[in-house]
């Protein structure tokens, strides 16, 4: 890996956040569709499923719950995942040099936080005004601001072990054969929506044990004080840390599998 090039004027994190903004809300954009109809899939599976069957797909349950499982699902799919591979032209010309990778993929992160951050955040807030616990529905909204960063942040590394290249069903299908390549795309495909929600769960978890662990309630039952703030903390400095190593340890693992992953984003034929 080379030295990093010196800046040049415009050359920032900010300007390359505006710039990463501008492509991902571009329409139409494959991973802005993407989000969309993941989106949907949960309004859907939540609102129409039977009660068994939604608590089978989703862990969570709950009024609340229901704007995290949004920010996790939305998060579950390639535009997170295969960071590489949707963008290979731009990550061929990271790969050289590990810093700029790195701040590729954290650029990345950030864009899709500043999506679906917000969007999850306004859905929190509008079902707890509706459910009349506006001081949770508060708390879990600042928790979406910053965990779709630190998840982001570090569900790239499955893209780094088996990278793909976006193609159209109509030319999966045409090129089917061999059917290891094919049966290697439906497994990267659906593999993401086990690992992301995992990945939220454990960014979650320390603090939202935390929360019940301090157990101050209101008095019709829900947490409140320290119980709401905790949690807000824990896992906005959990996320913070994800943010530091996440893309640290993905562009390692690029490193390690070099050259075979630059050669693989450079012939789209292999799908």
């Given at each position: 890996?080379?030295?990093?090039?010196?800046?040049?004027?415009?050359?920032?994190?900010?300007?390359?956040?505006?710039?990463?903004?501008?492509?991902?809300?571009?329409?139409?954009?494959?991973?802005?569709?993407?989000?969309?109809?993941?989106?949907?899939?949960?309004?859907?599976?939540?609102?129409?499923?039977?009660?068994?069957?939604?608590?089978?797909?989703?862990?969570?349950?709950?009024?609340?719950?229901?704007?995290?499982?949004?920010?996790?699902?939305?998060?579950?799919?390639?535009?997170?995942?295969?960071?590489?591979?949707?963008?290979?032209?731009?990550?061929?010309?990271?790969?050289?040099?590990?810093?700029?990778?790195?701040?590729?993929?954290?650029?990345?992160?950030?864009?899709?936080?500043?999506?679906?951050g917000p969007a999850s955040a306004v859905v929190c807030v509008?079902?707890?005004?509706?459910?009349?616990?506006?001081?949770?529905?508060?708390?879990?909204?600042?928790?979406?601001?910053?965990?779709?960063?630190?998840?982001?942040?570090?569900?790239?590394?499955?893209?780094?072990?088996?990278?793909?290249?976006?193609?159209?069903?109509?030319?999966?299908?045409?090129?089917?054969?061999?059917?290891?390549?094919?049966?290697?795309?439906?497994?990267?495909?659906?593999?993401?929506?086990?690992?992301?929600?995992?990945?939220?769960?454990?960014?979650?978890?320390?603090?939202?044990?935390?929360?019940?662990?301090?157990?101050?309630?209101?008095?019709?039952?829900?947490?409140?004080?320290?119980?709401?703030?905790?949690?807000?903390?824990?896992?906005?400095?959990?996320?913070?840390?994800?943010?530091?190593?996440?893309?640290?340890?993905?562009?390692?693992?690029?490193?390690?599998?070099?050259?075979?992953?630059?050669?693989?984003?450079?012939?789209?034929?292999?799908?």
């Open positions: 890996m080379g030295a990093t090039p010196p800046r040049t004027r415009g050359d920032t994190f900010g300007a390359d956040l505006r710039g990463e903004l501008g492509r991902l809300l571009r329409w139409p954009n494959d991973d802005l569709l993407t989000i969309l109809v993941n989106a949907l899939l949960v309004c859907g599976g939540w609102l129409l499923l039977p009660a068994a069957a939604r608590a089978w797909l989703f862990t969570l349950q709950g009024p609340q719950a229901f704007a995290v499982v949004l920010a996790a699902w939305m998060l579950s799919d390639t535009p997170s995942t295969n960071m590489l591979g949707n963008d290979a032209e731009r990550a061929l010309a990271a790969l050289p040099e590990l810093p700029r990778l790195r701040r590729l993929l954290r650029v990345k992160a950030a864009a899709l936080a500043c999506v679906i509008a079902i707890a005004v509706y459910d009349g616990n506006a001081a949770a529905g508060l708390a879990v909204a600042l928790v979406l601001l910053v965990l779709p960063l630190g998840v982001a942040a570090i569900a790239p590394w499955l893209g780094a072990v088996w990278p793909y290249h976006p193609r159209r069903l109509a030319w999966r299908w045409a090129h089917r054969r061999p059917w290891r390549r094919t049966l290697r795309w439906a497994v990267i495909v659906v593999t993401p929506y086990a690992v992301v929600p995992v990945i939220a769960l454990t960014l979650l978890a320390p603090g939202v044990l935390a929360g019940v662990a301090i157990g101050e309630r209101a008095a019709n039952g829900y947490l409140r004080g320290w119980s709401l703030a905790v949690p807000v903390v824990v896992t906005c400095l959990l996320a913070g840390a994800a943010v530091a190593a996440g893309p640290l340890a993905t562009a390692r693992l690029v490193a390690r599998r070099e050259p075979g992953v630059s050669d693989y984003l450079r012939d789209p034929e292999r799908g």
